[in-house]
């Protein structure tokens, strides 16, 4: 893959950094200040506007647009770049009192008052037309501005808003389905309505997965969650249209939420939509927290096929919104940026420049806090400026390619999630990022896929609870095994098709014969129950299965609980020398990456020396000619690593090259 520097308008190649800048919120003598507060912390970029369209329209035939203009006139000035925010993320009070058919209804029937934000229905035709006209003032005003480099849709599309059952998402999801289904008929098969007495006779009868007296038709569920997901897509769509009409040279980039409530954003079907993708991301303290960030950068680098992607927003410090909000420690600041970095973010930036004193977010941090610029979060964030600035021979490099891909499916994640399943106490997340961290353990490195990516050269393809297996992507997992591919799948993969209904014969149905084993019943574990297993000293939570091994080894069986002594890990060799494995049960820890050791394919490994494994993550970036290896400590014990390369950021002491606490390197080594 060719260097690919991100194409912002008229910008070199290099690390840009940057944050949130909400100048509406402080007095003008406070602007200028920030200009040159900005240049002393490296800052090359700001997102302007993201909130701001009360000021921007004070009333539905008022603009000032002035103030704004004003702002970038003075970042242009400072040398300053700006991603300009189209502003519609937040309709103003006039429009919602005017106009209050376009405030979001939850799934009890209750309106999401203004108050907050996002309060707007993404089906609304009435939103759509003032947002597009906003859209088209700023396009018109600001496109041709020296300091615009990007266009920025809206913000965290879907962030409060993704589900929204009101009298305009009921028409807009019959208009989908009618497109999916083509008919009624078609529509109660695929959603299986003969039962419950739930066939529909006409289009009109059919509605949103409101409160009802038990969990809606799961296809019903899957279906509107696919749609909620496809109507926030058009939103976005309508503005790109927009501003690609009228600036076609500035690309076009939204902030996507790859974690927590992004659970209701199929980004796979979102990331071919935008000229950049961006990210923005929280770290939440606990275990596992620095392999969830490295998973969430992981995983938006796959989003971007690898190629160079924008940090838009994460945190110098505390977040407000999560129950107890930590301060970081020492180290996390520049970690945290840099592990984005690593996995292919040639832009980081924060929310927000200046910590706001009024407004919901005023305990949120910044890279000027309340205590001002003398400051340890000021000068962490202002060192981080210059170690992004001497990174800049990275930018533009793709993703290296590792050796073991884990797949990760929207629809997966949404099928598991909903109730009335053999289990309640699935988690697709989580066992995601626990076999992600298992190979970090090993020091073995993984490339996240969306989960119909290409999966050509990846020696190990890992399927964690890979639920939704249509005959498509049957094939193409047979085909990966069949040419010598070995893949990993666990509990619950494979069971249903694109339609949520069961594969029959056997569990898992779709991947039956290419695992050799039959289930007849699913044993889920009651809560606090385990099982021990007889290999990788484990101990199994969530699920177990009671498998008839029809063709497979057994890599491990259970020694405890209803199946004791029968199969929990088997794996079959396929013809061309592939294999395809089945983990029934979840495990976690040492157990689980002495399993993830045990399904690495002969010669495949960690490229990290042996005494550094599970301490330190490698993540490779390619260039021309030239690779970017990033080490980052996962352990707050200093550590040295063993390797030659010449230091772009970091300390050499002779052949090692030394990380404190949380501490991260960068060389520029050679390709092997
Ligand atoms: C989101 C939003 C920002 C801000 C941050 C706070 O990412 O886009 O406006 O609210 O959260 O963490």
């Known amino acids: 893959m060719p260097v690919t520097p991100l194409p912002l308008r008229g910008r070199g190649t290099r690390i840009e950094y940057g944050a949130d800048y909400n100048p509406e919120q402080w007095p003008r003598e406070v602007w200028a200040r920030d200009v040159a507060l900005m240049r002393e912390a490296g800052v090359t970029i700001a997102t302007v506007g993201v909130f701001s369209w009360a000021l921007l329209q004070p009333a539905a035939d008022a603009w000032d647009l002035d103030w704004l203009g004003d702002v970038l006139d003075l970042l242009h000035d400072g040398g300053i770049a700006v991603d300009l925010a189209t502003a519609t993320a937040s309709p103003p009070p006039w429009l919602t009192t005017a106009h209050p058919e376009v405030l979001p209804v939850d799934a009890d029937g209750r309106t999401l008052w203004p108050g907050g934000r996002q309060h707007w229905r993404?089906?609304?035709?009435?939103?759509r037309r003032h947002a597009l006209a906003l859209v088209e003032r700023l396009a018109r005003r600001f496109g041709d501005h020296p300091a615009l480099v990007a266009w920025h849709v809206n913000n965290e599309l879907g962030c409060h808003n993704a589900h929204d059952y009101s009298d305009d998402a009921a028409a807009a999801f019959r208009v989908w389905l009618r497109e999916r289904y083509g008919s009624v008929g078609a529509l109660n098969a695929a959603w299986g309505t003969a039962f419950w007495s739930q066939s529909y006779g006409r289009w009109d009868e059919v509605l949103p997965p409101r409160l009802a007296p038990t969990p809606a038709n799961p296809t019903q569920q899957l279906d509107f969650a696919r749609f909620s997901s496809d109507a926030l897509r058009e939103h976005l769509r309508a503005e790109r249209d927009l501003l690609r009409a009228i600036t076609p040279d500035v690309p076009v980039t939204t902030n996507f939420m790859v974690m927590g409530e992004a659970s209701r954003m199929d980004y796979a079907s979102w990331a071919g939509e935008v000229d950049v993708v961006s990210n923005d991301h929280y770290v939440r303290p606990g275990r596992h927290e620095h392999d969830e960030l490295s998973f969430s950068a992981n995983l938006t680098g796959g989003l971007a096929g690898g190629r160079p992607w924008w940090l838009m927003e994460h945190s110098t410090s505390a977040v407000n919104w999560q129950k107890v909000n930590r301060a970081k420690r020492p180290g996390e600041l520049a970690r945290d940026a840099l592990t984005h970095v690593a996995h292919g973010a040639d832009a980081i930036c924060f929310f927000q420049w200046r910590q706001s004193t009024a407004g919901a977010e005023r305990f949120h941090s910044a890279m000027v806090p309340h205590a001002g610029p003398d400051s340890a979060v000021f000068r962490d964030a202002a060192a981080l400026g210059s170690v992004l600035d001497a990174l800049a021979p990275v930018a533009?490099?793709?993703?290296?390619?590792?050796?073991?891909?884990?797949?990760?499916?929207?629809?997966?994640?949404w099928a598991t999630a909903q109730e009335f399943l053999p289990s309640t106490r699935l988690d697709y997340r989580r066992d995601a990022?626990?076999?992600?961290?298992?190979?970090a353990d090993l020091g073995v490195r993984v490339d996240v896929l969306p989960a119909d990516a290409d999966l050509t050269g990846y020696a190990l393809v890992v399927a964690p609870m890979l639920h939704v297996v249509d005959g498509a992507r049957a094939l193409r997992l047979t085909g990966y095994v069949e040419g010598g591919g070995h893949l990993v799948a666990t509990y619950f993969s494979g069971i249903v098709d694109e339609r949520a209904h069961v594969h029959l014969g056997g569990y898992p149905g779709a991947l039956r014969d290419l695992l050799g084993i039959r289930i007849e019943e699913f044993t889920p574990l009651l809560d606090g129950e385990s099982v021990g297993l007889d290999a990788f000293g484990g101990t199994g939570t969530v699920w177990t299965d009671r498998i008839d091994v029809v063709d497979a080894e057994v890599l491990a069986r259970y020694t405890g609980g209803e199946n004791a002594g029968r199969a929990a890990v088997t794996r079959r060799t396929a013809a061309g020398g592939g294999s395809a494995a089945w983990v029934s049960t979840r495990l976690q820890g040492p157990a689980l990456a002495g399993l993830a050791e045990r399904l690495l394919p002969p010669g495949v490994g960690s490229d990290?020396?042996?005494?550094?494994?599970?301490?330190?993550?490698?993540a490779v970036r390619a260039g021309d000619g030239v690779e970017f290896w990033f080490l980052v400590n996962r352990t707050t014990d200093p550590v040295e690593v063993e390797l030659d390369g010449e230091v772009l950021h970091g300390t050499r002491e002779g052949p090692a090259v030394r990380l404190g606490p949380r501490g991260v390197a960068v060389l520029r080594r050679d390709p092997a």
Not at 122 to 127: C, I, Y
Not at 396 to 413: I, K
Request: charged share 15%; no cysteine; proline share 12%.
């Open 122 to 127: 993404p089906t609304s035709p009435v939103f």
């Open 433 to 439: 990022v626990e076999w992600y961290a298992a190979f």
């Open 396 to 413: 533009g490099s793709h993703r290296g390619r590792a050796p073991v891909a884990l797949l990760f499916d929207w629809d997966s994640w």
């Open 608 to 618: 990290l020396p042996p005494q550094v494994r599970g301490h330190v993550e490698l």
